[in-house]
């Protein structure tokens, strides 16, 4: 039944997205994805530059003039791969830049009883953000070797990690917004499953190319419908926001 419950959450989420007000949002957070991987992609690009040589002796061979070319290209196919790690943090990065904005149009719009959010200020968002965002890249560090040991179920150990700490994440900071520290973390350990589950469901997507851009702002919106699900909060369509 909970499942149930959380699979209509991120169904509703998902044309949470195609209100005006989200969709300037998620082309917000598509642009800043896409530069941030850019970003990354042009530094490594940089580093290949300056650390090989524009000719290479080999022995028998003599000078080879295409190796730069050959790594340059060759990075091209690693940052691909790459980002199916880097959308993870990039996800968790945004949160504090989208969640307010899209948390406040999704309450508008189906909780029109609540009126407006008095919680976390947007910097205290951002800097638990960034907080979080050391967690889970020092988490993914440390589950390297389980990758590396655990094989084709690699993805398992992935999707379970990370739907666990983004789901946390998105749900505390959406909680924070309405209750007190102490009650949002006592709603979270109450209903850990949902909070998991729902964060697995965000994560999957997170290592699908392209649709993974969208994933920040539609797990912003899905969380937002968690939260007062479980809180109790009946949805009451008004105006269109």
């Known amino acids: 039944m909970a499942r149930v419950l959380m699979l209509g959450d991120f169904l509703t989420a998902v044309g949470d997205l195609f209100r005006p007000r989200a969709l300037g949002v998620l082309g917000l957070g598509i642009a800043l994805s896409i530069a941030l991987l ?33 790594l340059s290209w060759g990075s091209l196919a690693f940052m691909l791969v790459l980002s199916f790690f880097l959308m993870v943090p990039v996800a968790s990065l945004f949160t504090g830049l989208f969640l307010e904005t899209v948390a406040a149009s ?22 638990d953000s960034l907080n979080f965002l050391l967690l889970l890249i020092g988490a993914n560090i440390l589950a ?30 959406v ?37 993974n851009f969208v994933v920040p702002v539609l797990a912003a919106a899905s969380f937002t419908h968690l939260f007062h699900r479980l809180r109790g909060e009946r949805r009451g369509v008004v105006t269109p926001r």
Do not use: C
Request: net charge positive; aromatic share 14%.
């Open 106 to 127: 999704v309450e508008a719009r189906h909780y029109p009883r609540l009126g407006p959010a008095q919680g976390a200020s947007f910097m205290q968002a951002l800097q």
């Open 175 to 211: 909680a924070l917004r309405r209750l007190p520290r102490p009650e949002a973390n006592a709603l979270r350990r109450k209903y850990w499953g949902q909070v998991w589950l729902a964060g697995v469901l965000m994560t999957l997507p997170l290592t699908v190319p392209v649709l």
């Open 38 to 70: 850019l970003a990354v992609y042009a530094g490594f690009v940089q580093l290949i530059d300056w650390t090989t040589p524009d000719v290479l002796t080999l022995p028998w061979v003599g000078e080879v003039h295409w190796v730069k070319d050959l």
């Open 144 to 173: 390297l070797l389980g990758y590396v040991t655990l094989g084709p179920a690699a993805p398992l150990l992935f999707w379970g990690m990370n739907g666990y700490l983004l789901g946390r994440e998105y749900f505390q900071m």
